[in-house]
């Protein structure tokens, strides 16, 4: 069974759409900005985030609907509007019973709960909207899609914190292979930056007070991203009966559990993670040229994360080409795989690895190839992408460039 994608949408730090986002990261464009929407922002250690530039929420949605919409399902809903339309859908009753909706998010509707917190605990308020729970609630975003385009196919949300949207992709695959579906809207939103939110992360002394450098021995944390991807995925029979345009083909995935510590990350682990996925695809180590990494630029994840590549690829891992898109468009954490999806689509469309950006010295436990501070033209036939989650949980896709005559996988 072969699956492949035929729709993408995106809204994050570096603009409304796919067009922005692919731009952006092909030139390096890094989106943090010191941070607009928290007027606590002089209470904070860490003041700067990729937050999505300017965003007002009226431009999107009329007052009715955002009694209902959290800033995350907004999100989702910008760029599952922008994908569906990409894919040139149109849900005939026949298509949205075959159609799932698989979503991920790391925390749900922060900006409702932190917003009726507030009321409660600080102004000493007695009720709370009717809706405050469907509005926080994480499948919020993936129930709203249904909604708005009549799918009436498997949907939920899968919430496994960093790798919520590679998971969700894995799970959508895996509904396509089965037979159960044949179109899958797939992919992830979040939008964590609220006060709460961002003490929390403070508290765990893995943000960076100054900028996101994968790789870079000077590098000092992650910079925190909100946005959405939605990624359309469809059999490729199906996507060919309708004559889709076909981006790139899913060709495998991977998935493991570190079944260790709930946030220092293990090499075994995510090294299992990819070895899954190479297996899946039916893929030998020389087959891959790029990975988008998981890169979040802590002292933790990349040592770690070079040392899981190495793992698996050994003396060939010197010829892969590394990089790590969270440079600019911030971790996005349940939504970061989507949009790293769709920059692995674009590395695969274009022939040209994106960026590693703020790079600057080099770290001997970080020794690969990681594509510093300037996109790179190469051939890039098989690309992965790596997403890594607190909790040990770990998710790695693979990619492969379209092609009529590939054989099925």
Same mark, same amino acid.
């Given at each position: 069974?072969?699956?492949?994608?035929?729709?993408? +949408?995106?809204?994050?730090?570096?603009?409304?759409?796919?067009?922005?986002?692919?731009?952006?990261?092909m030139t390096g464009q890094v989106g943090f900005s010191p941070i607009e929407q928290i007027p606590e922002i002089k209470?904070?250690?860490?003041?700067?985030?990729?937050?999505?530039?300017?965003?007002?929420?009226?431009?999107?949605?009329?007052?009715?609907?955002?009694?209902?919409?959290?800033?995350?399902?907004?999100?989702?809903?910008?760029?599952?509007?922008?994908?569906?339309s990409d894919a040139q859908l149109d849900f005939t009753p026949s298509l949205s019973e075959r159609t799932c909706v698989i979503m991920g998010s790391g925390i749900g509707g922060q900006s409702t709960q932190?917003?009726?917190?507030?009321?409660?605990?600080?102004?000493? +308020?007695?009720?709370?909207?009717?809706?405050?729970v469907p509005k926080l609630i994480p499948n919020a975003a993936s129930s709203h899609v249904t909604m708005e385009f009549g799918i009436t196919g498997p949907a939920f949300t899968i919430a496994s914190a960093c790798a919520s949207s590679a998971h969700s992709l894995a799970q959508s695959c895996m509904m396509l292979r089965s037979g159960l579906v044949d179109v899958a809207i797939t992919g992830g939103s979040e939008a964590c930056i609220t006060y709460g939110t961002v003490k929390g992360w403070e508290a765990l002394r893995v943000t960076s007070k100054t900028t996101c450098r994968p790789f870079?021995?000077?590098?000092?944390?992650?910079?925190?991203?909100? +946005?959405? +991807?939605?990624?359309?995925?469809?059999?490729?029979?199906?996507?060919?009966?309708?004559?889709?345009?076909?981006?790139?083909e899913v060709i495998g995935f991977g998935m493991s559990s570190d079944a260790g510590?709930?946030?220092?990350?293990?090499?075994?682990?995510?090294?299992r993670a990819i070895q899954a996925a190479l297996k899946d695809a039916k893929l030998n180590i020389e087959d891959v040229q790029y990975i988008n990494a998981h890169g979040t630029g802590t002292p933790q994840n990349d040592p770690s994360e070079t040392a899981a590549i190495r793992k698996v690829f050994g003396d060939y891992a010197d010829q892969l080409a590394v990089s790590s898109t969270k440079s600019m468009h911030g971790h996005a954490l349940g939504a970061a795989a989507a949009?790293?999806?769709?920059a692995v689509v674009a590395a695969l469309e274009q022939q040209i690895a994106p960026p590693t950006m703020n790079y600057s010295e080099?770290?001997?436990?970080?020794?690969?190839?990681?594509?510093?501070?300037?996109?790179?033209?190469?051939?890039?036939?098989?690309?992965?992408?790596?997403s890594f989650a607190f909790g040990g949980l770990n998710a790695v896709t693979a990619f492969k460039r379209f092609s009529e005559t590939s054989e099925s996988v």
């Open positions: 069974m072969r699956i492949v994608i035929t729709g993408m +949408g995106a809204i994050s730090s570096l603009g409304y759409d796919v067009n922005s986002f692919v731009t952006g990261i209470n904070l250690r860490v003041k700067i985030a990729a937050e999505i530039p300017d965003y007002d929420e009226t431009a999107h949605f009329s007052k009715k609907e955002l009694a209902l919409f959290d800033r995350f399902t907004q999100f989702q809903l910008l760029s599952a509007r922008e994908a569906i932190e917003q009726n917190y507030k009321k409660i605990y600080h102004e000493g +308020g007695k009720r709370l909207p009717p809706l405050t870079s021995k000077d590098r000092s944390g992650l910079i925190l991203g909100e +946005g959405s +991807g939605t990624i359309v995925l469809e059999t490729l029979e199906h996507a060919q009966s309708r004559g889709a345009h076909i981006y790139a510590n709930i946030v220092q990350p293990s090499s075994d682990g995510a090294a949009l790293e999806t769709i080099v770290d001997p436990k970080c020794d690969l190839d990681y594509v510093v501070n300037k996109p790179r033209p190469m051939p890039i036939n098989i690309a992965l992408n790596n």
